[in-house]
């Protein structure tokens, strides 16, 4: 078979074998289905950055299972590996196993400084809501006490108790009884200001906001089990937290005693150009959650690392028939040798440098882009001003599949869905990342083109 090294563009997007598999899906499948619906393929196989559809396209891979595959797709190491430690044994429990204790054993080498020394692990369901939901039960058990704080515009999950602390309605809305006792802040996002202030400082203003929520007497909140917080709001639309913000939560949340949980599922596993995107931040967590690109080649795991102080768990306080993935764990251990090998954090900070710099230019040249950030190799780029115009989501929307049709796979988020994100794999070539912007800047000034308002002729 042969490998995927560029892209090609046989047919438009979808393809008569694509659609034909899109159609059966839509026939058998629930309308809660979400990527076909604005990326319509159908995968016949991927390899590495490439992903080819049944008609013989091939795209470049800006999406990267949502996050889940650091390295892409089938990389050859861990499929090896995973093949062989399926040989041997695949699902544990919570039994102790060789894989399961080297996999540990490199999850709490990899934490900065002396951190690892006092944390436990704990391995919960396969997805990233797992380790959500385990860790507001860990730190509500540990307290004694059940209200949450959490940050506008974040997003953790779609179960019940992860629902309950995300800031997106759209999912809400149609569920009533959700968790009680959640209580949302504003988040340090200066581009779209959560407290309206045309000049906002985020270390005075929302720093300030949740200390005064948290010490005024008569403030209403009484002391909560826990603050949850992304450092990078990814879903929400790529919005790193100002760093005087994030001190000032650590350290508002250490003074009061209560467990600071930082989400890493989605920025963990050098998405950021750090292993963990808080030690860019200087701070040291109680609680980090990891999934998605933990296992490297995208078998279900998730983890929540806890300080030891918080494990007050009886002996089955929180099971999963599902946490004892040995797959995962096995390829999960050689991805840090493949990391350290092929340097790979560091491939993230010369290609994250590249990509600000081009998606910079294209933001310069754009009339339509508002803002450009991200960190590392996680990128969003927001769309739409102030004022007459195409809405942001329209033009956003509009970019993905005119980036779609030239080859080029990109995902949208944040507010009104205005933000188009990229998360390429970690190993990206200077060359492909090069021509994924070339891709880009073509789809933006097609869809500028076709978003523009006709001005109507006026007859003298």
Known sequence: MRPLTEVVRATPVPGPKGRALLERQEARESNARSYPRRLPIAVRRAQGPFIE????????????????????????????????????????????????????????????????????????????????????????????????????????GCTTGAMSVTGLLSQKNPVGNLMPGVHFLPYSNCSNCPMGLMRCTCEVNCATFLETALEDPNGGITRPAAVLMEIVQAEG???????????????????????????EIQTGCGRTGTWLAFEQYGIEPDVVLLSKALSGIGLPVSIVIFDERLDTWAPGAHT???????????????????????????????????????????????????DVRGLGLMWGIQFGHPGPGPAGGELARAVQAAALQRGLIVEVGGRDDAVIRLLPPLNITADLLHAALGILDAAVAEAERECSPTVPMTVA
Request: hydrophobic fraction near 40%; glycine fraction near 12%.
């Open 53 to 156: 559809d049944m008609d013989g396209n091939v795209f470049i891979d800006f999406l990267s299972g949502a996050g889940v595959l650091p390295l892409g797709h089938n990389h050859p190491e861990l499929v090896d590996i995973a093949r062989s430690q399926m040989a041997e044994f695949v699902h544990g429990l919570d039994f102790p196993t060789p894989a399961k204790d080297r996999f540990t054993e490199r999850q709490l080498a990899h934490l900065p400084g002396a951190m690892g020394d006092r944390m436990k692990i704990h391995f919960c369901g396969p997805t990233g809501a797992n380790a959500v939901e385990a860790a507001i039960k860990l730190c509500k058990t540990a307290t004694g006490r059940s209200e949450i704080i959490t940050f506008r515009g974040g997003f953790h």
């Open 237 to 263: 639309g790529v919005i790193p937290a100002d760093l005087e913000f994030v001190r000032r939560v650590r350290e508002l949340t250490r003074r009061l005693d209560i467990p600071l949980i930082v989400d």
């Open 320 to 370: 999963g028939t599902f946490r004892g993935n040995q797959l995962a764990f096995a390829t999960g251990s050689a991805l840090f040798d493949v990391f350290e090998r092929d340097d790979i954090l560091g491939n993230v900070e010369r290609r994250g440098a590249e990509l600000a710099a081009g998606l910079g230019k294209l933001g310069m040249r754009s009339t339509s882009v508002s």
